[in-house]
């Protein structure tokens, strides 16, 4: 098992080039299972998830050729329809290819994603929105078996949650329903954003016709396209707070500073100072670092997947902060790893009071999810000493070469095995 050995503390300085967003590319990748042509994606990041879902395409029939970071996912004789659970339980994002399997084949066999470290995550609002659309399916040994015999027809859907997984299985799925399908409460976040510019590039008919309604007349066939996904506006978010609580001065480049404002507006909120480029972002972390209530919320609200390193940021505050993570059931598990090296934070169901003034003290620690473990780093980053981290296969689903990134930006940091 890898673990990562961090040096604290010190200071981040100098520039950081962001990564291609997992969160955009998994449904991008999915949606190219609408088309039976090749397609090339570009700015894929270098993670786990990702690999991950380029075998379940494989697995699939499509055929991946990698050449540097542009991908062709070639599906000329892509016809398979079973997705195993060896490869969705490991990454849940593995249900989004249940739409557009359904929208082409008319029939899927999908291992239900099950729950995570941070919540059951059902996909319940997915799997009674894709019945509006004609899909009948059952769950029979930890699979969605899906038949749609005469094919994915348009509707009107109303989501009941705002749900950023089964908005996108919808907007894949009705690309190729037959006639028009409005699907209103839907999540907005860039991502799928970025989704729904990939397939009106691959020639579906999509018009954001509200804030959060989206209007889709369904296409009997789409074309070929090279696509590069967006900037990782998470991992952006994790390096601003860095150089915040490490009182440093970082350039955080490649990414587009509209998407991100509210982080921003945050961080300048707490004390850094921070000067916006078309490009990038500066940020210089402020002496005195102002407590703050913290709510999460679905874009463009506070993301819950920096709840947990705003958390490490605010141990240093003058006073306390609370936090609210209002989307899922049970993200706190860093807290208990957090107070292991000194932070006084109590939770209450899904409120956390984060005492300030905590210098962090060096521990031997362990991941529990993706956000919670970089959450650790941060916090190790300032502790005087050495910190390990063990469990880092879930920091390698969705960070690229952080421990790179890191070094070149002045933190002790290595790998070991
Ligand atoms: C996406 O997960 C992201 N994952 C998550 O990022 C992110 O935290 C989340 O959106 C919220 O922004 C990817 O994009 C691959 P949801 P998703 O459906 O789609 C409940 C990371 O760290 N819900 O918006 O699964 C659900 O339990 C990951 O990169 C239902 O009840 O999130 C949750 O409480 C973690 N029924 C809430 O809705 C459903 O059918 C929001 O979930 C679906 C969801």
Request: hydrophobic share 40%; with cysteine.
């Amino acid at each position: 098992m890898q673990k990562l050995e961090v040096f604290g503390a010190n200071k981040l300085k100098g520039k950081v080039k962001i990564s291609g967003s997992k969160n955009a590319s998994l449904p991008i990748l999915a949606a190219t299972l609408l088309s039976s042509k090749k397609n090339y994606i570009k700015n894929l990041p270098k993670v786990k998830d990702i690999e991950t879902m380029l075998i379940l395409l494989e697995s699939l029939g499509s055929k991946i050729k990698k050449n540097g970071n542009k991908i062709l996912i070639d599906n000329t004789n892509q016809n398979k329809t079973f997705a195993s659970y060896n490869l969705v339980k490991t990454m849940r994002a593995g249900i989004l290819v249940l739409g557009p399997l359904l929208a082409r084949f008319k029939e899927a066999k999908v291992s239900s994603p099950g729950g995570c470290s941070i919540g059951l995550r059902p996909i319940d609002i997915h799997l009674k929105a894709l019945s509006k659309l004609g899909v009948k399916y059952k769950i029979n040994q930890g699979y969605v078996i899906a038949r749609a015999p005469r094919g994915l027809k348009g509707a009107k859907i109303r989501f009941p949650k705002i749900s950023v997984g089964a908005t996108e299985n919808l907007i894949i799925a009705a690309s190729l329903a037959k006639g028009t399908s409005i699907l209103s409460n839907c999540a907005i976040e860039p991502e799928i954003k970025d989704l729904v510019n990939f397939l009106k590039q691959i020639g579906c008919n999509i018009k954001w016709i509200s804030r959060r309604s989206v209007k889709i007349k369904g296409v009997n066939k789409v074309y070929e396209t090279t696509f590069p996904v967006m900037f990782d506006r998470i991992e952006a978010g994790t390096y601003l707070i860095a150089a915040a609580i490490t009182k440093g001065n970082l350039r955080v480049q490649n990414i587009d500073p509209k998407i991100i404002k509210t982080e921003i507006d945050i961080l300048k909120k707490i004390g850094s100072k921070i000067i916006v480029k078309k490009k990038e972002v500066q940020i210089m972390g402020g002496k005195n670092i102002k407590n703050m209530k913290i709510k999460t919320a679905p874009y463009p609200g506070f993301p819950t997947d920096l709840q947990a390193q705003i958390m490490v940021l605010l141990c240093k505050a003058n006073k306390s902060s609370t936090i609210k993570e209002d989307i899922f059931e049970n993200r706190f598990m860093h807290v208990a790893e957090l107070n292991r090296m000194g932070a006084k934070i109590s939770t209450n169901g899904n409120k956390a009071i984060i005492k300030g003034n905590i210098n962090f003290a060096p521990a031997e620690l362990m991941a529990t999810d993706l956000r919670a473990s970089v959450s650790l780093i941060l916090a190790a980053l300032t502790a005087k000493g050495k910190s390990i981290i063990n469990r880092i296969y879930h920091l390698d689903r969705g960070y690229e070469n952080i421990e790179k990134k890191l070094k070149k930006v002045g933190a002790k940091i290595r790998r070991i095995s």
